[in-house]
């Protein structure tokens, strides 16, 4: 098991800046897969990013070229970097991560993220 705590949310005007990480509660050095997704009010969770444990990333098209996804397993953390942000990315930004031969995924509890116009 790992229990995935995220932080980093808060409220940004448009066009600002956060980086959200997600400490894990052990090392992620073997974990197959770690990524971000968002959740806004009546709609469904969406993926923002993700990387594996090779480093290869992977991003949502309105993710790409303002996002970046990356980790630090010496300290068993995942961060996303938001660069110029907008009211559309409001959401809860939920940290995943899959693990073992069956990727079994574990889930943080979520920051909010609020985008002001």
């Known amino acids: 098991q790992v229990q995935l705590v995220e932080s980093g949310g808060g409220l940004v005007q448009a066009g600002g800046s956060l980086r959200l990480s997600c400490g894990a509660s052990r090392s992620i050095f073997r974990v197959n897969t770690m990524g971000w997704y968002r959740q806004s009010p009546g709609k469904q969770r969406e993926l923002v990013a993700t990387?594996?444990?090779?480093?290869?990333?992977n991003y949502a098209d309105s993710a790409k070229g303002r996002f970046t996804i990356s980790r630090d397993n010496a300290k068993n953390t995942v961060y996303l970097q938001m660069n110029s942000l907008k009211p559309e990315d409001t959401a809860v930004y939920y940290c995943?991560?899959?693990?073992?031969?069956?990727?079994?995924?574990?889930w943080g509890q979520g920051t909010q993220v609020t985008v002001s116009s």
């Open positions: 990387i594996t444990s090779t480093g290869s990333t």
């Open positions: 995943n991560a899959a693990v073992g031969p069956w990727s079994t995924a574990y």
